[in-house]
């Protein structure tokens, strides 16, 4: 691990020299800490062309932070850094990867949680991008870092659009039948439930919804989808409720998709 900001430079500088790395523009912002193994990943993520800047930080959240960050042809990109690697973490994740079909052969004791969820949530926005839902259309992973398009405020370059928690809908009525709509593509086309749906995780740019944070979603085979699933639904309906939405019944969406799948 790096502590200090000279560490980090000097590490900095070797990589440098190691992987010729010309461009002294990834890091805008020098301070920031990251390890070893994620500047490493940032670096191969330069060398591949997928970054070439950097810039600061848009969010930060429990275990993950997102950078505001550019592609060499200039495009807006969303770079989410996962850094905690507890045992809390690991206890908590768990529950989501095991009995996940895709992740059969992830072992008792494996060592890397931090990479594995990375990887989960790169795998997972694919499916659901392929299958058409709106979600954040995913570039590239390595390690602990995922790329993705950048979901902006229309009115500031660099920030993120408002989350459904925060947002100022004009019609609720329609973005709550869009956000039904997510949940029945997700399940019956990309054959996922979120598994952390709710305002938090939903962000708004102007009439269009944007599903993120998808390291949760498992596979519909999961033992636990159906419980998962319900609990997406419920926090959706009472999220509409609550602004006054004629939501009606979420179990009759919960059993209806339970019984076509
Ligand atoms: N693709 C994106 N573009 C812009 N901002 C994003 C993007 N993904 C996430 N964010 C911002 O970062 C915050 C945290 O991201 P999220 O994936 O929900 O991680 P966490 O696990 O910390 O909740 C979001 O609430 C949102 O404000
Ligand atoms: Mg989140």
Known sequence: MIHDVEDIEAKVTRIKEEKKVKDSQLFEVVEEVFDFKTLMALYALLNRGVI???????????????????????EDIAVKIFLVQTAEFRRNRLMYIRGDPRFRKVKKGFRNIIDLWCTKEFINLKRAYKAGVRVPRPYAKNYNVLVMEFIGDPEERGKPAPLLKEADLENPEEAFNILKGFIEKLYLDAGLVHGDLSEYNVMVRGNELVLIDFGSAVDIRHPLAADFLRRDIYNVYKFFQKLGVEAGSPEELYLKLTSTA
């Open 52 to 74: 070439s800047r950097m810039y600061g930080v848009v969010a930060t959240g429990k275990e993950a932070r997102i950078y505001w960050a550019q592609t060499p042809e200039g």
